[in-house]
């Protein structure tokens, strides 16, 4: 071999394994979902009604055809705004070819036409949110534990005060949080690191409960829970270290929603 492939080969073999060491020591991002999160403004009832129209007759059917699948759709419990939707990508091409390939489908713009089409003086919804997250090593992809009817769901932002911060809770989570979580009843659909949206840097997760009498329940249980109490007493882990802000939203899935 000359000297000059040589040495290209051998750097070859060098930046292979350092990919492969980074790998073990954060976590590969193969395997694990990507989630666009979106936050769909709506300001009167005409427009709650033709969004969850829209929503359930032409959007989840056109998505799903194009790979996006399972949806989720998440409204308040005692008002029509704001409305979030979940949407599971396999890759970063899925979300950057979603639009196109939507707009190619002639059964969605058939179906979601008035949706689609309206006018500036009548908005079909005020204003979209949206962030990309990525699935945390811990929890590589979306679930839906609980399928009764009435369940119910609880979106959590947690805000952290620095991207380093922000990774040490993460460390938590996929540490032992997100095992004790499980064991005490505090149902995972989905955890992600925000990658672009508001409040960066955060991370987000969703819980599933059949009531909101088991969330009130099993979150007392979580509380005393001897791993739990063990955990959080690491001065690593401290709230006031990596923590600046919560956001706690009871929500519950629409009628249409796949999760």
Request: proline fraction near 5%.
């Amino acid at each position: 071999m000359k000297r000059r492939e040589f040495l290209t080969a051998s750097c070859a073999a060098g930046l292979t394994g350092l990919q492969g060491a980074s790998g073990m020591a954060y976590g590969s991002s193969a395997g694990r979902d990507i989630y666009e999160l979106r936050k769909y403004t709506i300001e009167k009832q005409a427009q709650k009604d033709g969004f969850d129209a829209f929503i359930a007759e032409a959007g989840i059917p056109a998505l799903n055809r194009i790979g996006i699948n399972p949806v989720g759709v998440f409204e308040p419990e005692e008002d029509i705004n704001p409305v979030y939707v979940l949407l599971r990508h396999a890759s970063m091409d899925s979300i950057a070819t979603a639009t196109q390939k939507l707009l190619a489908d002639q059964e969605y713009l058939a179906k979601g036409a008035r949706f689609l089409n309206a006018p500036a003086i009548d908005p079909a919804y005020a204003r979209v949110e949206s962030s990309i997250l990525l699935a945390f090593t811990g929890m590589p992809q979306v679930e839906k534990p609980v399928t009764s009817a009435g369940r119910v769901v609880q979106l959590r932002i947690y805000e952290s005060p620095s991207v380093k911060t922000g990774q040490k809770k993460i460390e938590m989570f996929n540490r032992s949080e997100i095992d004790i979580f499980r064991k005490t009843g505090l149902h995972p659909v989905f955890f992600g690191e925000t990658l672009t949206g508001v409040k960066m840097p955060n991370l987000t997760y969703m819980l599933m409960f059949q009531d909101r009498e088991e969330q009130k329940a099993n979150w007392r249980k979580f509380g005393s829970h001897p791993e739990w109490k063990k955990l959080c007493a690491m001065p690593e882990y401290a709230d006031k270290k990596i923590l600046c802000n919560i956001t706690n939203l009871n929500l519950k899935p629409a009628k249409y929603s796949q999760i």
